[in-house]
Each structure stands twice: as structure tokens, then as C-alpha cells.
């Protein structure tokens, strides 16, 4: 009789590299021990998300049993994990996301753990389309948006988010729609470029950058891999003198300026995935769109939190909130933002960044 049983992959070595490998298949929720240790470490375990702010989150929102609420962006569901237990079994939770492939790995998690269709529901959507679900189904006493990228979309080379691992220059939060970074960048001009390195990431360095991409483009070499991307930020930034701060930093220690040299160029290229990914996603647009919808989606005495993780983000849903409050639509919003504790950011990095900023709904 044939042996039915299906054995799991072997990977070379002591410690898996590949993402793929990671994780046994990239099931972190099924290695408990390995995932405690991870995050015992303050890292993210690869495949997964660590949902950020719960408790403040929580407060902001005031979840009551009965309630009708709308998770925008749910990623790999904590937050709405959260806000499910926190509605008892009673009302009913929207979750909203544009990733196709992120989304159905985190509709099977939530199904598995027990919450059912009558009390869950996923949307695929873009979060700015909230006026037309809240037609739909009515207004929401409780909104929740997080406008950061997940953990797993960062983690994972195909995705091109990150440079600390090779793949192709992609950067879509919807991989099944859009162009990607890399053919955005075949388009770009110079001058375009230097904007969408400013507007959207404040990146110092942006004519430096533009000119070396647009140099390459000349030459037929325009970047196609997050690693091409980051060579390209390295090659224009080996031309640009340590600013004098740095220098008296460093002294005289060449060891101490190359490797202030290689965190410019880290810090860099960072902005520059960023101003990337914010451009070919339109996420600046989408974002002043929901907020213009966001308080008529809301129910009298409603309440909406949102996280950012830029100035930009932040930006837009201060003056927005505040504008809106002028207006007579919010009786009140946050006059400063709640950030994230030390002991939250020791154990989990990227809570680092974080802003939280809320509104209420004025009452009829």
C-alpha cells in the first residue's frame, strides 16, 4: 500500500534563508514555540503581522455588544480579532482590504477560529469606496482604519517591498491590478520623479537620486528588482559628502563613516520605496477620499480611529478631522496623537512610527 502521508519540505542548512521556506510553508500560527521566541526577540515572524495599538484602539472606539462596525484595512486580522471578541457575539464586523492574496489567508484564519459569517464579513475593497458599503448596509458606530503595510506584504520578496531580500519591483497592494514600481519608473520623467520623492517621502536627496535613475534609463538599465532600485539610491548617494553633524559624529574613524554611510543609504532608499509605493498605489488620493466619506459613514455619535505611519498620512487626517470638527460633523477629535508605549515598541519595532489620531460623530 503507497504511503499516503505528505511530508513537509526539507531546507539545507541549520536555519532556513528563503522566504519560502520559513515557517515550514508560511503557517506561523501552527509553531507556536518558534513564533514565542521570534517575538520574544522583538521581530516579526516571517509571514505573519503583529497588530499594533490594540488597547488604545479598544478605548477610542468603545465597542459595545450590538454594534455595527467597519474594519477598513484588515491585513492579517488582529484588529479585527480585537474588535470582534470585543462585540461579544453580538452585531456584526465589516473588514475591508484590496489584497486578494493577504485577505483569503486571513478569511481562513478567522473561519477557523470560530467567527462565522452572521457575525463577520469580507469585503474586497478599496477602503475608500465606504460610502457606497455604508448605503449598502447602513452606518457604522465604530471605523477603523490602518494605513500601514503588512508585515507579510513586506516580508515577501515577490511583493517588492523591501529591499532586504531581492525580487521583482513591484510595490501593488493589489498585485492583480495597476502597474508595478518598476514600469512606473520606465514612465517617470526627471522632474516628476524629484516631486514624488518630496511630496510623498520629504526624501533629502531626491535630485541626486532622480538624476542617477535617469542616467540609468539612458543606458537601458532602469531598474527592475528592489535590488537594482537600491543599487541605483547606493551609486547616488556614493557622490554625496556626510552631512557636517555626521562628520563630527564620526571623527576621523573611517569604520564609523562607512558605516554612517551605509545607514544614509539605507534611510534612503527607504523613503524611496515609499514615495514609490505611495504613487502607484495612489494612496494619498484614496486617503483624502475616505476622509471626505468617512463622517457620513459614520452613525450619530460614531467613532473612527485612525493609525498612520508618515507625516504625509498624519497630515491628512489632522486637517481633515479638524476641519470637519469646524464644520459641526465631529463633536470631537483628537487635539494631540496617542502613541504607541515603550514596552509595545520594544517588543514590536514597527509600532515605532505610529500616530492615533480619532473623531466622534456629532449626535443628533
Not at 521570534?38 to 472606539?61: D, R, S, W
Not at 482604519?145 to 508585515?151: F, I, Q, T
Not at 510595490?171 to 517617470?188: C, F, I, K, S
Not at 526624501?203 to 540609468?216: D, F, H, K, L, N
Amino acid at each position: 500500500m503507497p504511503d499516503s502521508r505528505k511530508r513537509r519540505p526539507h531546507y539545507s542548512g541549520k536555519y532556513p534563508r528563503r522566504f519560502e521556506e520559513k515557517y515550514k510553508e508560511l503557517q506561523p500560527e501552527k509553531y507556536g514555540t518558534e513564533i514565542e521566541h521570534v517575538i520574544a526577540k522583538g521581530n516579526t515572524p516571517a509571514g505573519m503581522h503583529i497588530p499594533i495599538m490594540v488597547q488604545e484602539i479598544l478605548e477610542v472606539l468603545a465597542i459595545k455588544p450590538g454594534e455595527r462596525g467597519f474594519d477598513a484595512t484588515l491585513g492579517y486580522g488582529g484588529h479585527t480579532r480585537a474588535m470582534l471578541e470585543a462585540l461579544q457575539g453580538q452585531g456584526h464586523l465589516i473588514s475591508g482590504d484590496i489584497d486578494p492574496i493577504e485577505s483569503a489567508k486571513t478569511e481562513a484564519r478567522l473561519r477557523e477560529a470560530g467567527f462565522g459569517s452572521e457575525l463577520w464579513e469580507l469585503r474586497n475593497m478599496n477602503f475608500c469606496q465606504i460610502d457606497e458599503l455604508a448605503a449598502e448596509v447602513g452606518p457604522f458606530d465604530f471605523i477603523l482604519a490602518d494605513l500601514g503595510v503588512s508585515s507579510m506584504q513586506i516580508d515577501n520578496p515577490e511583493r517588492g517591498f523591501s529591499f532586504k531580500a531581492e525580487g521583482p519591483l513591484d510595490l501593488r497592494l493589489n498585485p492583480e491590478a495597476g502597474m508595478t514600481a518598476a514600469q512606473r519608473l520606465q514612465e517617470v520623467g526627471r522632474e516628476e520623479l524629484i516631486g514624488m520623492l518630496r511630496e510623498n517621502a520629504d526624501e533629502p536627496y531626491a535630485e541626486e537620486i532622480a538624476r542617477q535613475i535617469m542616467g540609468s534609463k539612458k543606458r537601458g538599465k532602469c531598474p527592475r528588482t528592489t535590488k537594482d532600485l537600491y543599487d541605483e539610491v547606493a551609486a547616488a548617494l556614493a557622490r554625496v559628502k556626510l552631512p557636517k553633524e555626521v562628520l563630527e559624529r564620526t571623527g576621523c574613524s573611517s569604520k564609523k563613516q562607512e558605516a554612517a554611510c551605509r545607514e544614509m543609504v539605507k534611510k534612503s532608499a527607504t523613503r524611496v520605496f515609499q514615495a514609490l509605493r505611495i504613487d502607484i498605489n495612489h494612496e494619498y488620493e484614496v486617503l483624502y477620499e475616505f476622509m471626505e466619506k468617512l463622517p457620513h459613514a459614520l452613525a450619530p455619535g460614531g467613532r473612527a480611529a485612525i493609525l498612520t505611519f508618515h507625516s504625509g498620512e498624519d497630515r491628512i487626517v489632522k486637517k481633515a478631522f479638524k476641519a470637519f470638527k469646524q464644520q459641526g460633523l465631529y463633536e470631537a477629535v483628537a487635539e494631540e496623537v496617542v502613541r504607541p508605549g515603550r514596552e509595545e515598541c520594544r517588543a514590536n519595532p514597527r509600532a515605532h512610527s505610529t500616530k492615533l489620531r480619532w473623531a466622534v460623530k456629532m449626535r443628533d
